[in-house]
């Protein structure tokens, strides 16, 4: 008997049979099943926009707060504390303005210039990692370091005896070893958190050192796919 159907409408090989379509199949020789195209197995892809745009956000925030309390902070000690240490916890912690022309543990003093662009640069490489940043840990500690750096270069920059020579203004002391700040105190837990995470093979964007032994081609992917 001749066909009804008319021309170009006779059935597709794949469904003559059962008459229900196949899906098409999509993934790559060698991927596992349901992975992403053009995603190495094993490797994380790169930190969706969104996702990025919120990280960068908690970044900036927790920047902010550490500014905003370590200045309030600055200007209390300014008006309540002197020169002459008042115990807290005995010995182990106490209040004492100080005004430090150098570095933590007042070291390198004299080299106010060097310090201050030491801690532009800190800023700036901050800002810069920010836009890979895919990682809740990384922005955190990015956070914590970008508030408490800025915290200590208003002081090199606005404080006297003038312009990127200020004083820092330290009232924390600690035993007899220190006197630091809340910008310090935050500096200090970021560094931790970064030793933590690099430990731990954990980078910026949010995957492992492992993944990218193991695939070593994913790096170059995840960059390109990102720029």
């Known amino acids: 008997m001749p066909s009804t159907l008319p021309d170009g409408d006779l059935p597709d090989e794949s469904t003559a049979d059962t008459g229900v379509g196949v899906a098409p199949v999509t993934d790559e020789p060698g991927a596992e099943p349901g992975a992403e195209p053009g995603v190495e197995p094993g490797v994380e892809p790169v930190a969706a926009p969104e996702r990025r745009r919120r990280l960068v956000a908690l970044l900036l925030g927790l920047a ?8 309030l902070t600055k200007a209390w000690a300014l008006n309540a504390l002197d020169a002459e240490r008042r115990d807290v916890l005995g010995s182990l912690l106490g209040l004492q303005l100080v ?6 543990l ?7 210039w060097a310090l201050t662009l030491v801690a532009v640069a ?6 810069r990692v920010a836009r890979r940043i895919g990682s809740t840990a990384w922005a955190v500690a990015l956070g914590l370091l970008l508030g408490g750096a800025v915290g200590n270069l208003v002081d090199r920059l606005a404080r006297e005896p003038g ?4 004083h820092v ?16 105190i935050a500096i200090v837990v970021a560094a931790g958190l ?8 954990v980078r ?12 070593p081609g994913a790096a170059e992917d995840a960059e390109r796919a990102r720029g």
């Open 64 to 71: 902010v707060g550490v500014l905003v309390v370590d200045q």
């Open 99 to 104: 005004f430090n022309k150098g570095a933590a």
């Open 106 to 112: 007042s070291i390198a003093e004299g080299m106010t």
């Open 122 to 127: 800190v800023v700036v490489v901050i800002v």
């Open 163 to 166: 312009f990127a020579r200020g």
């Open 169 to 184: 203004i330290d009232f924390i002391a600690y035993l007899d070893w220190f006197v630091g700040n809340v910008a310090d």
């Open 194 to 201: 970064v030793v933590l995470l690099v430990a731990r093979g």
């Open 204 to 215: 910026v964007d949010g995957t492992r050192e492992s993944d990218h032994d193991a695939h």
